[in-house]
């Protein structure tokens, strides 16, 4: 099993400030197979990231993804009030297909 | 567009059995993946199963596994989950999610529906 390990676990910033959350994975991933999420209180997560860098539809630009490998990057270049929430990253190279943690972005 | 639709949900006692379904438009339902992910209250996410577009091939999560089935009408545009054997750590808001990526095994989770809670407890 792929294990995906997120940090920080939370982070406190002001809108407007840049956010950089890290998802770290037990095994070396093809940057096709890394997605994130964003998910709100009493919301369905929803699909902002997929193939590490692209951008689902709708999904502004401050949002981008990075990195290889291991190592992987979700990057809100100036944070807007709706931005603030829980953020997931996950991989669908091989099954179980898993999460990790989660990284709360709160308003500081 | 994309609408998925879950139902079903409810309180069941730990060793009962249930069915949720998702009801999808918006998409060619006989050409995606689905998928049902679940998440407990106050908890992250955690995938439960998937199958493919022509019902041909399933996939669980350890956890679930001999206990869940994933099911689907492409007649009805409609996925299910059968859930028997519950336990008090199965109790979750349960997601369906279209699968993203035409290449793709299993893929991404490109669309989600509301979700419904399933609560097994005496």
């Known amino acids: 099993e792929i294990v995906l390990t997120q940090s920080p676990g939370t982070l406190s910033l002001s809108p407007g400030e840049r956010a950089t959350l890290s998802c770290r994975a037990s095994?070396?991933?093809?940057?096709?197979?890394l997605a994130w999420y964003q998910q709100k209180p009493g919301q369905a997560p929803r699909l902002l990231i997929y193939?590490?860098?692209s951008r689902a539809t709708g999904i502004p630009d401050r949002f981008s993804g990075s990195g290889s490998g291991t190592d992987f990057t979700l990057t809100i270049s100036r944070l807007e009030p709706e931005d603030f929430a829980v953020y997931y990253c996950h991989q669908c190279s091989s099954s179980p297909l898993t999460f990790g943690g989660g990284t709360r972005v709160e308003i500081k | 567009q994309v609408q998925l639709v879950e139902s079903g949900g409810g309180v069941i006692q730990p060793g009962g059995s249930l069915r949720v379904s998702c009801a999808a438009s918006g998409v060619t339902f006989s050409t995606s993946g689905m998928h049902w992910v679940r998440q407990a209250p106050g908890k992250g996410l955690e995938w439960v199963a998937f199958i493919r577009f022509d019902g041909t091939y399933e996939d669980y999560a350890d956890s679930v596994k001999g206990r869940f089935t994933i099911s689907r009408d492409n007649s009805k545009t409609t996925v299910f989950l059968q859930m028997n054997s519950l336990r008090v750590e199965d109790t979750a808001v349960y997601y369906c999610?279209?699968?993203?990526?035409?290449?793709?095994?299993?893929?991404?989770?490109?669309?989600w529906g509301q979700g419904t809670l399933v609560t097994v407890s005496s």
């Open positions: 095994q070396s991933l093809s940057i096709s197979y």
């Open positions: 193939r590490t860098s």
């Open positions: 999610a279209l699968k993203g990526g035409d290449n793709y095994k299993w893929g991404y989770f490109e669309y």
